[in-house]
């Protein structure tokens, strides 16, 4: 019998925020249930006002949210009281000048090729 490959999943966390906390909680929960199930996983927390997203990033992310095909999810993606984007060069723009304009906390499986916002805390774990 092999055994199941680990799979890494990013955690865009701020850990000034409850929400994000949260989903941190449920998160490292989760992998340590599943490192004894089939989809084992790691998670790479990012704090993402220290380190960034890049611009590659952030369309990566908002390819993997399928944004050009649906960009309200842009919308989704920044914080409420974020300058307007309806591009993902919009919201490049908006996050390369001001970080703290994501919507957190976010996770991403490269991989997988997924991403989801974790709002409510408990969406993060869609992506396990």
Same mark, same amino acid.
């Given at each position: /019998?092999?055994?199941?490959?680990?799979?890494?999943?990013?955690?865009?966390?701020?850990?000034?925020?409850?929400?994000?906390?949260?989903?941190?909680?449920?998160?490292?929960?989760?992998?340590?249930?599943?490192?004894?199930?089939?989809?084992?996983?790691?998670? &790479?927390?990012?704090?993402?006002?220290?380190?960034?997203?890049?611009?590659?990033? #952030?369309?990566?992310?908002?390819?993997?949210?399928?944004?050009?095909?649906?960009?309200? #999810?842009?919308? &989704?993606?920044?914080?409420?009281?974020?300058?307007?984007? @309806?591009?993902? &060069?919009?919201?490049?723009? $908006?996050?390369?000048?001001?970080? !703290? /304009?994501?919507?957190?906390?976010? $996770?991403?499986?490269?991989? !997988?090729?997924? !991403? #989801?916002? @974790?709002?409510?805390? &408990? !969406? $993060?774990?869609?992506?396990?």
């Amino acid at each position: /019998m092999s055994t199941p490959t680990t799979k890494t999943i990013t955690f865009f966390h701020n850990p000034k925020c409850s929400t994000s906390r949260n989903a941190q909680t449920l998160l490292t929960s989760a992998s340590t249930t599943s490192q004894s199930t089939l989809s084992p996983f790691t998670i &790479e927390t990012i704090e993402y006002l220290k380190t960034p997203l890049s611009r590659d990033q #952030v369309r990566e992310i908002l390819t993997f949210l399928e944004a050009e095909e649906h960009p309200e #999810v842009i919308k &989704e993606f920044l914080r409420k009281d974020a300058p307007k984007a @309806g591009t993902i &060069e919009e919201a490049q723009d $908006v996050l390369e000048n001001d970080p !703290a /304009m994501l919507q957190r906390p976010l $996770v991403v499986d490269w991989n !997988a090729k997924k !991403a #989801v916002i @974790g709002r409510p805390a &408990e !969406a $993060v774990l869609e992506i396990i």
